[in-house]
């Protein structure tokens, strides 16, 4: 075989690691799905294609153009796309790679179906780059390029983050991070990588057209990433390179172009099926007991955290007015007026569907009340985000646990103090000691709320590993390195095995004479008779009583009516 057919596949694994790696940002860090992909890789080579065509400008300058140009479009689509639910996303994404196609195929100015000839060759010092074997270095050096901005990108703080809002979105905003603007970025980022290697092929195959950028090469651009790994730099990579050369290979096997090009998408098709089967991971993918590799500015980070003294909480009033909610014709919330008491533990109780998650749903900014109004001190937040809330020190937990299923329990805990320089997309590239003595500072912090809760900070498994009470642990350890003066617990020991039980009840009794103000929803008797110093009763949406613990059990109706079987 010719060595230059040999090169030209290279190359074009190349290009294909490009596209593989900017959508792996996507579909494996912040778990958002684009079937628009291919299309921001159109924008890039149609751009820089255009440009150099009419304008005569050089090469660089093209690619950048067409590179930002992507990006631009990635974020005009991605802004109308944020907090939309993954099937919406998949409609917009769509429409925009249809719309892509149909505005190219169709401006004449753009060469209809054929696509757009006549590119300059590109010429570097003094030689055009005419065969595969010329184009190599640099294709090499572009692939390196992006390979290292995806690698600083996800091993960096700023990664981490990402990879949060990947896991756990809802939990990733109860503890302040700014989820939907993160997505933007990403999105718009995936989408300005994708449009560098439409630029560059462009100038690479001297030609562009609608067929290259169409739906069905944004579907091998996923396939090439579930069938290599999402989530890791050398899966993308490794599908890249199996999509790219498997139809090659059929044809220099002997099998005519257009057989072989049928034959490839059976084979992807089975491929991808047997994949999400049988090894949902990838090739090259996180299995379930894998230990997890810390992120590159860490190294300078470990060593105890208990060298940090307890911080005190300060006294934080939470209080609100009069909140309203309705769902169709239910009363979740009729008019509740509540202030929780300062520095103390108290309880949350009542049937069940008597609005006690509605509250705390209201309360943090999860759900959007009719009326009413929500105050943190003297601030009043109630049309403010949870993630602001929570930078004020309100932070939330759930019943469901929702863990950074995907890291260890270091970089979960680690995640959630409170930004520190290096956790913003530039500042670790262009800070990196500022972000070396950030991240130092947050993982001794991490360390110190793990160590107080009681779970093993080197611990390399990934938290969806853990046991659920040792999941809840870590729950709690990251709300408090979250910065949270007051925490409202929803049913902190439900699901919790026996042994368990006790340790966190000392917890957050250690936790309020630490100063922290504690809400929990409970439902046993014993668990709230221990902790609580008042009791709020809740019935169809109303708080009915209050008192503490001992003036409410002295009055057996409500024992009976609100404990029931649970006690
Ligand atoms: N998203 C929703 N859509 C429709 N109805 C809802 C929604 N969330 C809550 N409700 C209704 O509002 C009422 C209060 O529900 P909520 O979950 O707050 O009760 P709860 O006291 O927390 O119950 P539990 O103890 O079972 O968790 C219930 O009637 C419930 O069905």
Known sequence: MNSQIQIDVVNACLLAGVLALSINLLLGYTRHISVAHAAFAGVGSYAATWISIHQGLPFLTCVAIGTGLALVSGLLVGLPSLGLADEFLILLTLCTGALFTGVVTSAPDLGGAYGLL??????????????????????????????????????????????????????????????????????ALAAGLAGFAGAISAYYNQVTSPAMWSFNQTLLIIIMVIVGG????????????????LPRALQFAGMPPDRAGIYSQIIFAVLLIGMILVRPGGLIGRRPGSRIVSNVFAAAGTGSGLSRSAPRARALEVRAEGLTK???G?????????????????????????????????????????GGRVFIGDTDVTMKSPAYRARLGLVRSFQDVRSFATMSPLDSVTVAVPARRGSDLTS??????????????????ARYWLEYVGVDADDLRPTGDLSFAEQKLV???????SGAEVLLLDEPLSGVDGRWVETIMDLLERLREDGHTICIVEHSLHVVSRLATQVFFMEAGALTATGTV??????????????????
């Open 230 to 245: 999402s989530g890791t730099l050398a899966g993308p990579c490794l599908g890249a390179v199996v999509i790219t050369v």
């Open 475 to 481: 729950a709690l350890a990251r709300t408090l390195a």
């Open 326 to 328: 309705h769902f169709g």
């Open 118 to 187: 006549g590119i300059e060759q590109v010429t570097v010092a003094g030689s055009t780059l005419l065969r595969p074997s010329d184009w190599l270095p640099y294709l090499i050096l572009a692939f390196g390029c992006v390979l290292a901005v995806c690698w600083y990108l996800t091993r960096s703080p700023y990664g981490r983050r990402l990879r949060a809002v990947g896991d756990e979105p809802t939990a990733a905003s109860a503890l302040g991070m700014p989820v939907q603007l993160l997505r933007l970025q990403v999105f």
């Open 550 to 567: 001992e003036e409410l059990l002295g009055r057996p109706e409500f024992v009976d009516s609100y404990f029931g079987a649970a006690s």
């Open 428 to 445: 670790g590239l262009l800070r990196p000691r500022a972000t070396r003595r950030g991240e130092r500072s947050s993982r001794e912090a």
């Open 330 to 370: 239910v009363a979740a919330l009729d008019g509740v007026t509540i202030v929780l008491p300062r520095q103390q533990i108290s309880a949350l109780v009542g049937p069940n569907g008597a609005g006690k998650t509605t509250l705390f749903n209201a309360l943090t900014g999860f759900l959007p009340v009719e």
